[in-house]
C-alpha cells in the first residue's frame, strides 16, 4: 500500500530525492515518517512530518535532508543533500493513521566515497 521510489547510487556530495506514495485505501493519516537501515545495523528513525505541518529531523541529517509532503497525493519525500558514505541504508517511508501504521518496502540508497 505505500511505493518508495527514488533510492540509487550517488557519489559522495550528491543530492537524491525519494517518494512515498500511499494507495487511495489509506486514511486518517496522522504522520509520515522516513527511517533506515544500515548494513549490520538496526533501523534507525531520520524524519517525520506531521499532517498539522509539524517537522523534527534525526541529528545526522538535520540541515541536509527535507521532508516534506503532498496531502492530496498522499505522498511524502525526502530530498537528500550533501550526501555522505554513512548514509548508505536501505531508506523506510512508514505512514501512521489513525488505525494501523504501515511500510513501505524500502528503497536502496548507496553514497560511493
Known amino acids: 500500500q505505500l511505493q518508495a521510489s527514488g533510492g540509487g547510487l550517488v557519489q559522495a556530495g550528491g543530492s537524491l530525492r525519494l517518494s512515498c506514495a500511499a494507495s487511495g485505501r489509506i486514511i486518517g493519516i496522522k504522520a509520515m515518517r522516513w527511517y533506515r537501515q544500515a548494513p549490520d545495523k538496526e533501523r534507525e528513525w531520520v524524519a517525520i512530518?506531521?499532517?498539522?505541518?509539524?517537522?523534527t529531523y534525526a541529528d545526522s541529517v538535520k540541515g541536509r535532508f527535507t521532508i516534506s509532503r503532498d496531502r492530496a497525493k498522499k505522498t511524502v519525500y525526502l530530498q537528500m543533500s550533501s550526501l555522505e558514505p554513512r548514509d548508505t541504508a536501505v531508506y523506510y517511508c512508514n505512514i501512521d493513521t489513525v488505525y494501523q501504521s504501515h511500510w513501505g518496502q524500502g528503497t536502496q540508497v548507496t553514497v560511493s566515497s
Open positions: 512530518i506531521l499532517m498539522n505541518g509539524s517537522i
